[in-house]
């Protein structure tokens, strides 16, 4: 991963839920990708989310429950 292609939490929201079960929570998160020397390929966006989804779900036990 290069060094200048980090991604940027900009916001996150909770959304309290019924319908996702006991003890749960749904999140909203959104990233910023940007490198200041390429354009960045979908490949590369693609990777860095699943990085992302892969920690959090080590961490915490997250999973995805819809994308957009």
């Known amino acids: 991963q290069d060094v200048h292609s980090f991604p940027t939490r900009r916001s996150s929201d909770l959304f309290p839920s019924h319908d996702i079960g006991d003890g749960k929570k749904s999140y909203a998160v959104s990233y910023f990708f940007q490198d200041h020397n390429k354009t960045l390929t979908d490949d590369q966006v693609d990777g860095m989310i699943n990085a992302i989804l892969k920690k959090l779900e080590k ?5 995805l429950r819809a994308t957009s």
């Open 59 to 63: 961490s915490l036990g997250a999973t």
